[in-house]
């Protein structure tokens, strides 16, 4: 043992610290030189990319202050009117600003601040450009404690993406000193042009496949184009419909979420857009969302402004008159054509009857329209048709068609149809049902109209189901206003009777077709059960016209008979009801059964996709799946080309499909989507579709 000098334990300490402070040092080495290594790696890009496409300069607000925030600006330059910039979440392609500052020490640089952006779309991609001239400010917090001599040092380094609709260029500046320091530049319009922070707390939810945002807003403030940009990325469609409320002080948003993120996020920040250059920078907390208000204009950012009025008005008057030749509507004809006949004796008679029934189409139609608002509106996943959806209103329509084919059968007689009075409450009543007949085949010609009749304010919306009614019911009011046109018609005979027991026929198929789509809607123990219910209510019109015939009062009979049937079906059909599952195995296609998770999964598979919509009272749809789907010719080529088919059934009411209807734009079905490979947004088919055109579809894909 030895004892060692105080100077030999000093030297051996200082020399372990030495070494420990060398082994903490080498990963701080390491980490500098990788850091040194990806600047020089950075200054070599931006050597050779220049900014010749979009220049960029910087300027500085004035001297910094000690404690206060400098104001630093980054002003872009194209040098042509073709080239843009990108937001900071460019969307689905571009590239957003990256910028590394060099600033004394303690000193911070903020969150970059931006004008707000425009929506461009290219190839169903959404991108949010600058167009023109614009600058990005960048606050910098100076230190209460700074040293502050003029203009500091400061250097930096900025990469970016200059594109036009055909090529994208990358473009960098590396900034100096001498850069830093020039003085000047528009910071008054700059600062207006930046989106401010909304000085309240807006709150987001996630639901149903959508990202809903309740951003306050004072209800005096004007939304020409709404349109809100989100800042996170990988967490919204960008393309899609955006769904706006208005409620009071609040504006309630939906859009859907990417099908490619996860739908997580702490918080969500954006600009919410009033038009094409002012909005609000908004910061939105987790947190209960309702849906309530006035659903406001809202743009299709997948094809650019919305329709103007005037054309969704004309298609909605084109797409009603184009209704009476469709084939759920012929056997209403039957009605009208016997009520036009019966006007033919005094011109007073005929406009009446015209009114009358115009009156009942457009009623009907406006009503329909409203009440699938309101529900919307109370949050209720409807769309057009959705009366069709409902068991109850589908057996009410079956009673009405087996009466009215009795009665044109000449099994009974009402005397609303066959005596001299009550003509206006007749055509009235036959306004009525034709319009509920027609809605099933609305699609394929209101599907612009009635897709912004979902999105418009609601008396727009009324108005275009209004136009729907007119036209549906023109041909009708025109006859009975213009006497050439009533001249035409054949003079009132026997033939009146003949014909209407010829239109019992077409009546008599729409019956078996609605007890179809009953045992659909509520399976086979319901569609039993209303039978048994129908039968009673045939009996009791037999016995009517027996009662008629022989002169006797007949209608306290029927009363009688009729009571135990629809007492029985009262209590029956309830305790009945139960909704089959979809076939899908009896589709030469194979489909799978649609949902968003179906969806995502059959697209990530890198094949081509097809999706169609359908309901089994959808005239359309069972036309276009007989011509063109459901085709050996279809299902080889899909075979071939490896398509993937997907089914959405919209007999019964299903909120996802829906919603995602609404998300197309589109109000009802039929609805077919064709996914390519690789491309975000799928192109929608005509709603009317001819024998070879799935088949040529698949075969581009091969």
């Known amino acids: 043992m030895f004892a060692a000098s105080p100077f030999a334990i000093h030297a051996w300490f200082k020399a372990l610290l030495l070494a420990i402070a060398a082994l903490l040092a080498f990963p701080t080495a390491l980490w500098a030189q990788e850091v040194d290594a990806e600047r020089e790696r950075a200054l070599t890009r931006i050597e050779r990319a220049g900014d010749d496409r979009i220049s ?9 202050r000690a404690g206060e925030t400098w104001m630093l600006a980054l002003r872009f330059t194209p040098s042509a009117p073709e080239w843009h910039g990108y937001w ?22 903020g969150e970059a601040l931006y004008p707000v952006p425009k929506r461009l779309l290219i190839a169903e991609l959404m991108n949010h450009i600058y167009e023109g001239e614009y600058a990005v400010l960048v606050p910098v917090k100076v230190p209460a404690d700074a040293v502050i001599e003029g203009i500091p040092e400061v250097t930096g380094i900025v990469e970016y993406l200059a594109c036009t609709d055909e090529i994208c260029v990358p473009q960098g500046a590396a900034f100096s000193a001498g850069q830093a320091g020039v003085l000047g530049g528009d910071f008054a319009r700059w600062r207006a042009e930046v989106a ?97 208000g006035e659903r406001l204009v809202v743009m299709n950012s997948a094809e650019g402004a919305a329709p103007p009025l005037w054309t969704l008005i004309l298609g909605a008057l ?5 209704l009476n030749i469709m084939p759920c509507v012929f056997p209403i004809l039957s009605l009208k054509a016997i009520s036009l006949a019966r006007a033919g004796g005094g011109e007073a008679e005929a406009r009446a009857e015209g009114l009358a029934y115009t009156a009942g189409v457009v009623l009907a139609c406006v009503a329909l329209g409203g009440i699938m608002l309101a529900l919307r509106a109370a949050g209720e996943q409807v769309g057009w048709a959705f009366q069709l959806q409902s068991p109850g209103v589908v057996i009410v329509l079956l009673v009405l068609a087996t009466v009215i084919t009795l009665n044109f059968a000449g099994i009974f007689e009402l005397p609303s149809v066959d005596t001299g009075g009550g003509h206006g409450r007749s055509a009235f009543a036959t306004g009525l049902l034709a319009a509920v007949a027609a809605t099933p085949c609305t699609g ?95 009996l009791a019109l037999f016995i009517v016209g027996r009662l008629q015939q022989a002169g006797k009062m007949a209608w306290p009979a029927f009363g009688l008979v009729v009571a135990p049937f629809l007492i029985f079906g009262a209590f029956a059909l309830p305790y009945a009801y139960a909704p089959p599952s979809r076939d899908l195995s009896a589709s030469l296609l194979e489909p799978q059964a649609f949902s968003r998770e179906a969806l995502a999964e059959a697209r990530n598979s890198g094949q081509p996709v097809f999706v169609w919509f359908t309901a089994d009272w959808c005239v359309t ?41 609404t998300e197309q734009g589109a109000a009802g079905v039929p609805l077919y989507l064709w996914y390519e490979p690789g491309v975000a947004e799928p192109e929608q088919l005509p709603q009317v579709l001819t024998p070879e055109m799935l088949s040529e579809r698949a075969q581009k894909d091969r």
């Open 444 to 538: 394929p010609f209101m599907a612009a109209a009635l897709g912004a009749a979902l999105l418009l304010p609601t008396p727009l919306a009324l108005l275009l189901f209004a136009m729907l009614g007119l036209g549906l019911a023109l041909p009708f009011l025109l006859i009975g206003f213009v006497p050439p046109l009533r001249k035409m018609l054949p003079k009132p005979g026997a033939w009146m009777e003949t014909f209407r027991r010829a239109m019992a026929i077409p009546m008599g198929l729409t019956a078996l077709a609605l007890i179809w789509l009953t045992v659909q809607l509520g399976g086979r123990g319901f569609g039993g059960f209303a039978l048994v219910m129908l039968f009673g209510i045939v």
């Open 621 to 661: 749809c069972k036309v276009n799946e007989s011509v063109a789907i459901e085709r050996e010719a279809t299902a080889q080529a899909f075979a071939d080309a490896g398509v993937v088919a997907i089914v959405g059934d919209w007999t019964v009411r299903d909120e996802e499909i829906t919603q995602f209807l």
């Open 88 to 109: 900071a979440n460019p969307g689905d392609a571009g590239l957003g600003m990256q910028l590394e500052l060099d600033l004394p020490e303690g000193w911070q640089a």
């Open 56 to 64: 960029v300069d910087l300027f500085a607000d004035g001297a910094p």
């Open 318 to 322: 084109v797409g009603g008159l184009i």
């Open 196 to 292: 401010p922070m909304l000085d309240a707390s807006a709150t987001f939810t996630v639901t149903d496949g959508a990202l809903r945002l309740g951003i306050p807003l004072p209800g005096s403030v004007e939304l020409s184009d709404p349109h809100v940009f989100i800042a996170n990325t990988q967490l919204v469609d960008y393309a899609p419909f955006q769904n706006f409320w208005r409620d009071g002080d609040r504006l309630v948003v939906e859009i859907p979420l990417s099908e490619f993120g996860t739908g997580e996020a702490e918080r969500v920040e954006g600009i919410l857009a009033f038009d094409e250059q002012t909005g609000v920078r908004f910061v939105a907390a987790r947190g209960e969302v309702a849906v309530g």
